[in-house]
């Protein structure tokens, strides 16, 4: 079993407890990513992950106070559009070797990739996998890659939502927000972000969470340095107003804010 499906399980019996707090599965979040850190790639499915998220990755800036319109998914089934998503991968990927001073390995990995890779290529990973062996395990670029993987994810989030366990709101939920952005500075620490929000659309309460993981990481040997986690927004649905009472929201507003006395409050939906 695949770290991946590991850390999906121990967040799905997270889940199961609806009426008592949930284990602390996560209580040593931080040495779960340094483990990570030393995984191999292809452990963590570096592979796999990388093609699906490339699109909302930030290379070499920070990630905006504001989300920008997401791009619209490529079409899979149509030739021209997957020469396209072929050649934002490799580009995403040979920003990165450059950020954290692989530069000479993009051309290497350039011919490699349009070597193996067919025009007609939806399913990338394998392809992805090929290069990154080329690349080597050893390579900066790929203490980076481990930590922008989807298993990064699980251990932060699992420790939130022991934090803000409530029978208010038992079961959180991914949405399709997820980005991160990789930044380095001259001869300093490369830094991973990861932004995401997870929603809890129970009978008691309607509203979502968005978070920052971020990833400090040694310059020559890509080790973690360091790991945040910061909740910046509550929001609550102003649509499920039956179902936010007043009371209720408070409740929820005080686990919160007991963790991030920072958190805003603020409300979505029409």
């Known amino acids: 079993m695949c770290l991946c499906c590991v850390r999906k399980r121990a967040l799905a019996t997270q889940d199961q407890h609806t009426t008592a707090a949930p284990v602390d599965s996560f209580a040593n979040w931080r040495n779960t990513l340094r483990n990570d850190a030393t995984s191999s790639m292809f452990d963590l499915s570096v592979h796999c992950d990388f093609p699906r998220i490339a699109r909302s990755v930030t290379v070499g800036k920070e990630l905006g106070s504001t989300r920008p319109d997401e791009p619209p998914p490529f079409d899979l089934t149509n030739t021209a559009a997957n020469k396209l998503r072929r050649a934002m991968v490799f580009s995403k990927l040979s920003e990165i070797l450059k950020l ?11 011919e490699k990739w349009e070597s193996i890779i067919p025009d007609d290529c939806y399913d990338m990973a394998p392809y992805v996998r090929q290069v990154l062996e080329q690349i080597g395990e ?3 670029v790929a203490g980076v890659l481990k930590l922008m993987a989807q298993p990064t994810l ?5 420790r939130i939502r022991y934090l803000v366990y409530s029978p208010l709101c038992p079961r959180w939920h991914d949405t399709p927000s997820w980005r991160i952005s990789v930044t380095a500075t001259e001869d300093g620490p490369v830094t991973v972000t990861h932004e995401c929000t997870q929603r809890c659309d129970s009978a008691q ?25 910061d909740v910046y927004n509550l929001a609550f649905d102003r649509r499920r107003w039956r179902v936010n009472s007043t009371e209720k929201k408070a409740a929820v507003i005080k686990l919160f804010q007991r963790h991030w006395p920072n958190i805003k409050i603020t409300e979505n939906g029409k």
């Open 100 to 110: 954290v001073g692989e530069g000479h390995l993009v051309d290497s990995a350039k």
């Open 138 to 140: 050893g390579s900066k």
């Open 154 to 158: 699980f251990a932060p989030l699992g």
């Open 205 to 229: 309460v309607a509203c979502q969470f968005s978070c920052h993981v971020t990833l400090i990481l040694e310059p020559d040997t890509m080790a973690l340095r360091d790991a945040t986690i």
